[in-house]
């Protein structure tokens, strides 16, 4: 069992973790909080963000608004291009900086990671475990790409995927797929994540990715309704989505 879960199934844990998780700030908005007089434990305050409170039993409430424990939360992000794929960069802006002020404590990270051209379908996560199951090569789940090429794409480019691209470094791709749907457009299912993996692959048969979206992991699609840089709460069904 991963820390994460173990840390979601104890049941005493501190209460600016349990107010973090909840969308209620960053530790130190969490603290100041406290200091405030805002926060109370079963009808107490509490100035103390370091107090351990029994998440299943204690009450909670920030301002008298009851605040109920989230430990996990599952996101679908529209990537835009330009955003990095991290959770912190000096230079660049991230996906975390797309997300609600709410989800500042949370611990969320992006699951695996598209490159910072990419578009399209992200996961955004603070469960270690259900991210690993995600992105591990073992469990060989697909993600399925939209990509516009620059160059003439060879008849047999199926073929080729299918047997498995060795890119110019000498690395062999698994088995993979690339369905011609224009005359300078693919759909291109890997389950694997190599750096610039696709563009990689492309350019082994002589094509140049001008443009690269993802449109689905497992069985869950992109939401179309989502412009780029929007997300929305994953509902239970859709969170299974990905390993189906």
Not at 59 to 82: G, S
Not at 157 to 163: E, V
Not at 192 to 220: D, N, P, S, W, Y
Request: hydrophobic share 40%.
């Amino acid at each position: 069992m991963t820390k994460s879960r173990q840390q979601a199934m104890t049941k005493l844990i501190r209460l600016d973790k349990l107010l973090g998780h909840s969308g209620e700030g960053t530790r130190k908005e969490i603290k100041n909080l406290c200091k405030s007089g805002s926060v109370t434990v079963n009808g107490s305050v509490c100035v103390d963000p370091a107090t351990k409170v029994d998440f299943k039993k204690s009450v909670v409430a920030v301002d008298d608004r009851l605040v109920f424990y989230t430990p996990f939360h599952y996101v679908m992000l529209h990537k835009p291009e330009n955003v990095l794929s991290a959770t912190i960069d000096h230079f660049s802006r991230t996906v975390l900086d797309l997300l609600p002020s709410r989800y500042k404590g949370t611990g969320m990270f992006p699951v695996g990671r598209l490159d910072k051209d990419t578009t399209g379908l992200l996961l955004l996560t603070n469960d270690g475990d259900w991210a690993h199951r995600i992105t591990s090569p073992k469990k060989e789940i697909n993600k399925i790409y939209e990509a516009v090429v620059a160059g003439i794409i060879p008849d047999d480019i199926n073929s080729q995927f299918q047997r498995g691209i060795v890119l110019n470094d000498g690395f062999l791709c698994q088995p993979a797929l690339a369905e011609k749907i224009g005359d300078y457009a693919l759909r291109i299912v890997i389950h694997e994540g190599k750096f610039h993996q696709i563009k990689r692959m492309c350019a082994a048969v002589g094509l140049t990715v001008t443009a690269l979206r993802r449109i689905q992991i497992g069985q869950l699609m992109l939401d179309e309704t989502l412009h780029y840089g929007e997300i929305r709460i994953l509902t239970e069904e859709e969170r299974e989505l990905p390993f189906q």
